[in-house]
């Protein structure tokens, strides 16, 4: 099964979007950079990732609401 098939599966929709939640948030947590632009890089990517975490979730919650109301896969 090839990753962009998996990808539309709601649990490893769910998995993905909380494993990029715990990296966004560790990294703005553990990783200091000591340079402005380092910093403004380390931010930009904690943002984009705790950004894809909320989109990828609330797509696989809409994916599982519509799989229960339809009836199947």
Same mark, same amino acid.
């Given at each position: 099964m090839t990753f962009r098939n998996r990808l539309k599966e709601? /649990?490893?929709m769910m998995s993905a979007g909380m494993l990029s939640l715990v990296i966004g948030i560790l990294c703005s947590r553990f990783f200091h950079p000591a340079t402005i632009f380092g910093? /403004? @890089?380390s931010h930009g990517i904690c943002g984009f990732l705790i950004g894809l975490s909320l989109? @990828? /979730?609330v797509g696989s919650a809409i994916m599982m609401r519509r799989q229960r109301h339809c009836g199947g896969s």
């Open positions: 709601p /649990n490893v910093r /403004n @890089l989109s @990828l /979730n």
